[in-house]
């Protein structure tokens, strides 16, 4: 835990034994730490030269035990400096040091955009063999803040199903709005209809049509992939990526379109189905949400109390509205006071 802070593991072992009482000796610490005397000495002046630990005085009030009698010297004890006082400016230079790692990232970006984004040929990126496909895949997903949006079609090749899963659930737990249009043949392997029930119980917005033109993964509307036939590669499996373009404009519109005209897929009890049940319920997510707009608090506070991105409270409450049919916060709380939903 105190590694982030800068601590190592010996510290960290040091520094939490001192936790549990006032004072210690370094033989107490270091037989309750399991660390030797020795590197319990040594770790002991590391953390007194930090400001992380304290000598206390080494002649007190009490009568000295046997065996300070025999060396003629009371034992040196330790105590902890407050940690509000001591760990503060570490807590502050990871702070610093996260701003800064930002800073530079959005420098890197926004320079590779300027110069790199506008020639023709960094427009597409070409991806051959199954390990980098897979990699530029898993990439695509993990990196979106905001939006993906995927196309599913044909079996998979380079990137087999369950080891998509971790990147998915990823991207939701970050409140990352994630829409699918999938053929409907893709739906007919095993277990898919388990796969599907728990993405959507996860927050993926799926939706289904008869057939679509690519498979395709677009993160943020910044970037796209897109797979290759296999034989403009020799059998490889090969993709291209596709940065901020017109023709990235374009796989968006596309996307778009197939999602207005498909058909959203719904889970009961009974299975996955195509068309809405005759009576839809929120969720229990999506009513802890409720009850916390109802009671007027804002998006972010609703987020922060229960644990989640505002971006996951954001799409729970579309979905209520979407249920219940309103164009407002309003009348979504007028329709959840008439249906009972609370």
Not at 45 to 56: D, F, K, N, P, Q
Not at 300 to 310: D, E, F, K, M, T
Request: with cysteine; charged share 25%; aromatic share 4%.
């Amino acid at each position: 835990m105190l590694q982030a802070l800068g601590l190592g593991p010996a510290e960290e072992s040091i520094y939490t034994a001192l936790l549990a009482r006032p004072t210690a000796s370094a033989e107490e610490l270091a037989g309750q730490s399991g660390l030797g005397r020795a590197e319990t000495d040594r770790v002991l002046r590391e953390l007194v030269t930090r400001g992380l630990v304290a000598v206390a005085a080494e002649s007190g009030s009490g009568a000295p035990d046997q065996a300070e009698r025999a060396s003629g010297h009371r034992t040196a004890r330790y105590r902890l400096t407050p940690p509000s006082v001591a760990l503060a400016p570490f807590l502050v230079e990871q702070r610093n040091a996260l701003h800064r790692a930002e800073a530079a990232f959005s420098m890197l970006t926004e320079q590779y955009r300027s110069t790199a984004a506008h020639p023709a040929g960094s427009v597409v990126e070409v991806v051959v063999g199954v390990e980098q496909v897979a990699h530029r895949f898993h990439q695509l997903q993990r990196g979106a803040q905001e939006e993906l949006l995927v196309f599913l079609v044909g079996d998979p090749i380079a990137v087999p199903r369950e080891d998509t899963g971790m990147s998915e659930s990823s991207a939701l737990d970050r409140g990352v709005d994630f829409r699918v249009v999938a053929a409907r043949s893709y739906l007919d392997g095993p277990d898919m209809a388990k796969e599907v029930r728990e993405g959507i119980t996860a927050g993926l917005e799926l939706r289904l049509v008869d057939s679509l033109p690519l498979k395709m993964v677009v993160s943020d509307r910044e970037r796209a992939m897109v797979p290759l036939d296999m034989a403009d590669c020799d059998g490889e499996p090969s993709a291209i990526v596709v940065h901020r373009s017109g023709l990235l404009t374009a796989l968006v519109h596309l996307f778009e379109k197939e999602w207005a005209q498909a058909r959203p897929l719904y889970t009961t009890a009974t299975g996955v189905h195509a068309e809405p049940p005759t009576e839809q319920h929120p969720t229990e997510g999506e009513l802890e949400v409720l009850a916390l707009l109802l009671a007027g608090i804002s998006d972010r506070r609703a987020a922060s109390q229960l644990g989640v991105s505002i971006r996951t409270v954001e799409r729970r409450t579309r979905r209520l509205m979407d249920l219940a049919g309103a164009d407002s916060r309003l009348q979504l709380g007028w329709h959840a006071a008439r249906a009972g939903w609370l």
